[in-house]
């Protein structure tokens, strides 16, 4: 009979990227050494730009678990989550956008509920995208929730931008940090 090793999810590490393309083997090569070195046990990738059915998968030993969101017709977007092989991940539901802009998954590590959510915003209109993947996200979560990603928006203006100032209207930015 194998032994089960306990599992502590205070033991989780995330790790979140937007990797500018995965294509070439050599990227997603550089992608799992960078994995491995950072300890890594749950990744959170944006804008992989891997197409539809036909993309390669970033599973290997390491990672043996992932999930996708990718834009059907074209290398543009995508986004990925990824859990180590000491990560016991029990998935219970899954919601991906059609265009690869999100991914939210449900699950349970040993006996605790999570929800993570992995966010790729476009680079216009980022305040329409993030209140309407924020609603469907609040339909969706249960348990703790984990969210990453590239929202290609300034949350602080004045931290985050090097006029200290943003196009995005100062009502949605107020809005999309009071929801985090």
């Known amino acids: 009979m194998a032994a089960t090793r306990a599992f502590a999810p205070a033991q989780l590490t995330y790790w979140s990227n937007n990797v500018q393309g995965l294509n070439s083997p050599e990227k ?3 992608l799992h050494r960078r994995l491995w070195s950072a300890k890594a046990s749950v990744v959170f990738l944006q ?21 996708y969101a990718n834009h059907p017709d074209t290398k543009k977007a995508g986004v990925a989550i990824l859990f180590a092989h000491s990560v016991p991940f029990q998935t219970t539901q899954t919601l991906a956008d059609p265009n690869g802009r999100y991914l939210f998954l449900r699950g349970t590590i040993a006996d605790h509920e999570y929800t993570f959510a992995c966010l790729y915003g476009p680079n ?18 249960g348990g703790l929730l984990i969210v990453a990603g590239d929202l290609n928006m300034p949350l602080d203006p004045i931290r985050d931008t090097s006029r200290g100032q943003s196009a995005i209207p100062t009502h949605c930015l107020k809005a999309t940090q009071r929801w985090g």
Do not use: M, S, V
């Not at 804008?47 to 999930?67: I, S």
């Open 28 to 30: 997603r090569a550089h």
């Open 47 to 67: 804008e992989t730009h891997l197409k539809g059915g036909d993309a390669p998968k970033l599973e290997n030993r390491r990672f043996p678990l992932g999930f």
């Open 124 to 141: 216009r209109k980022q305040h329409t995208f993030i209140r309407q993947a924020l609603a469907k996200l609040e339909k969706f979560r």
